[in-house]
T-cell receptor
């Protein structure tokens, strides 16, 4: 299996621009998670999906952030408009959901820089 | 909400020395997971503990879950340069969210 795939790996944009991050989970996994990692705040869960349905989006910082999962093999995290404080590494992770406490498989991340 | 505190935040050791990181909670945890993140990399799952007093070993790594299920530790015997990275503990809260500690960054001097 190729593992969790994320694109782009690096994104540099200017303040006010729309940013779209993409994720393909491991085939057969039914849970998908979006995390943000910064030095100040560590690893934060933004939102997670179960069977393509958003379950908890309480970690989404504000209305500028939105996430979708139109099918089991694809998810997007969109920031519109972007701000410099959104600069971070964004990870997507997936898990199989076969037990209550599942290990999560992380993608390589997207390093976002907003100028 | 529930959270865990990891100590130390940073640890610098000479290659061959032992290393321990601790994960503490003020409330009882149902489970503990440990992840390792290499510099520039992504978190990778190491192990999960769910039973009170549980001890698991992976080669030079020993993981423990406290009797009261409020703390956990990761001990590395005779560190190697390949052990460099940040070690995170994490737990699933009642809402099904995996909550991460702040991590312990380990550096190893050859």
């Amino acid at each position: 299996d190729a593992g969790v795939i994320q694109s782009p790996r690096h994104e540099v944009t200017e303040m006010g621009q729309e940013v779209t991050l993409r994720c393909k989970p491991i085939s057969g996994h039914n849970s998908l998670f979006w995390y943000r990692q910064t030095m100040m705040r560590g690893l934060e869960l933004l939102i997670y999906f179960n069977n393509n349905v958003p379950i908890d989006d309480s970690g989404m910082p504000e209305d500028r952030f939105s996430a979708k999962m139109p099918n089991a093999s694809f998810s997007t995290l969109k920031i519109q408009p972007s701000e410099p404080r959104d600069s971070a590494v964004y990870f997507c992770a997936s898990s199989s959901g076969t037990s209550v406490y599942n290990e999560q498989f992380f993608g390589p991340g997207t390093r976002l820089t907003v100028l | 909400g529930q959270q865990v505190m990891q100590i130390p935040q940073y640890q610098h050791v000479q290659e061959g020395e032992d290393f321990t990181t601790y994960c503490n909670s003020s409330t009882t945890l149902s489970n503990i997971q440990w992840y390792k993140q290499r510099p520039g990399g992504h978190p990778v799952f190491l192990i999960q503990l769910v039973k009170s007093g549980e001890v698991k070993k992976q080669k030079r790594l020993t993981f423990q879950f406290g009797e009261a299920k409020k703390n956990s530790s990761l001990h590395i015997t005779a560190t190697q340069t390949t052990d460099v990275g940040t070690y995170f503990c994490a737990f699933y809260n009642q809402g099904g969210k995996l909550i991460f500690g702040q991590g312990t960054e380990l550096s190893v001097k050859p």
